[in-house]
């Protein structure tokens, strides 16, 4: 899976930064692991049940 990772600041429409945050949530949600980072390296809990 292809992260940008751009560090743009939050609010960027950059489609590289939506795009990487389609891919987080996309994991966050459906994903099998606990915890998943966003692109700005922050970790962030999944809904994994």
Do not use: C, Q
Not at 7 to 15: C, R, T
Not at 29 to 37: A, E, I, R, S, W
């Amino acid at each position: 899976m292809t992260y940008y990772k751009t560090e743009n600041p939050l609010g960027s429409m950059d489609p590289r930064d939506m795009y990487d945050n389609a891919n987080v949530l996309d994991n966050i949600v459906n994903g099998d692991l606990d915890v998943y980072f966003d692109r700005l390296g922050n970790p962030r809990k999944s809904v994994n049940i």
